[in-house]
């Protein structure tokens, strides 16, 4: 299993390069739509919005990733629960 500064990077590279298409597919768009290239503009205006939700999908995946990694802390005992304890587990 990779370890978490890999996923991280990994993580990281993959969002640049979706940063890099979307960068392209606004360039192409301005392009097409200078050429009046209405059905082009069309196409790479679908392509914005999909990679607008690979990079939701991907933000997603790393903040569940980082939940799963957070332990998550017993709230304190009661007094009541405190007290029902047997005596080997005590504090």
């Given amino acids: ?21 979307r960068s392209a597919a606004l360039a192409d768009l301005e392009a097409h739509q200078a050429n009046g290239e209405t059905d082009s503009a069309a196409t790479v205006i679908q392509r914005i919005a999909d990679l607008d939700a690979a990079a939701r999908n991907l933000n997603d995946l790393g903040n569940r990733y980082v939940q799963s990694q957070t332990l998550v802390q017993a709230p ?13 587990r005590m504090d």
Avoid at 12 to 20: G, I, K
Avoid at 76 to 88: G, H, I, L, M, V
């Fill in 1 to 21: 299993m990779a370890d978490d500064n890999q996923l991280r990077t990994a993580f990281a590279r993959q969002m640049q390069m979706l940063n890099v298409e």
């Fill in 76 to 88: 304190p005992a009661s007094q009541e629960e405190r007290a029902a304890r047997p005596f080997d």
